[in-house]
């Protein structure tokens, strides 16, 4: 699942000293602070993860409490790195909503006074022909959507933003979503 803790979630913040003693150690790079003999290194990963397990299922109080602790951490590191990457996907999919143009279906109105315009949003194109006919298209705009959309109040943001029709309201309003929200954004006064 999306929701695994990875290698760099254990990783993150951890730091070893190890001491090793070697009769011909090889060193890596111009400042040789990185051993590159392999064979040390077999035997000190071997060496960890034996101690490591030891730790982590040790049945001493002590033991049992840190442990707890690493393993909360980790999680905690998966969490955020989570949350980081839905949070980057919603501002990626924010920002393509506010780049691209406004929905072809959109019949705007002339008037970019913003206290003065007026939205409707209507369902279906037989109820966008006839609202034609009936707006004043100085300062009323007509969006149509299709049918039943989605019941933002029992979804996801995520989910929220990869609705086709939401997105369309997203962007047609202008004033952006969740917390990015701002009514003083807004391309229309009334909706």
Request: proline residues 2%.
């Amino acid at each position: 699942a999306e929701d695994d803790v990875v290698k760099d979630d254990a990783m993150e913040g951890l730091t070893a000293v190890v001491t090793v003693r070697l009769a011909e150690p090889q060193f890596e790079g111009q400042t040789k602070e990185v051993l590159g003999t392999s064979a040390a290194a077999r035997i000190v990963a071997a060496v960890v993860a034996k101690e490591l397990k030891a730790f982590l299922t040790s049945t001493k109080r002590d033991d049992k409490q840190q442990a707890r602790a690493v393993m909360e951490k980790i999680v905690a590191a998966a969490r955020t790195r989570i949350a980081a990457r839905q949070h980057k996907e919603a501002q990626r999919r924010k920002t393509a909503l506010e780049t691209s143009s406004l929905p072809a279906k959109l019949a705007d109105c002339r008037s970019d006074d913003v206290e003065r315009s007026e939205l409707f949003i209507v369902e279906g194109d037989s109820a966008l022909g006839t609202a034609k006919l009936a707006r004043n298209s100085e300062f009323q705009a007509l969006l149509p959507i299709r049918g039943k959309i989605l019941n933002v109040q029992k979804s996801s943001v995520s989910d929220m933003l990869k609705n086709a029709e939401c997105g369309a309201i997203i962007q047609v309003i202008g004033a952006g979503s969740g917390r990015t929200f701002d009514i003083d954004a807004a391309r229309y006064g009334k909706i």
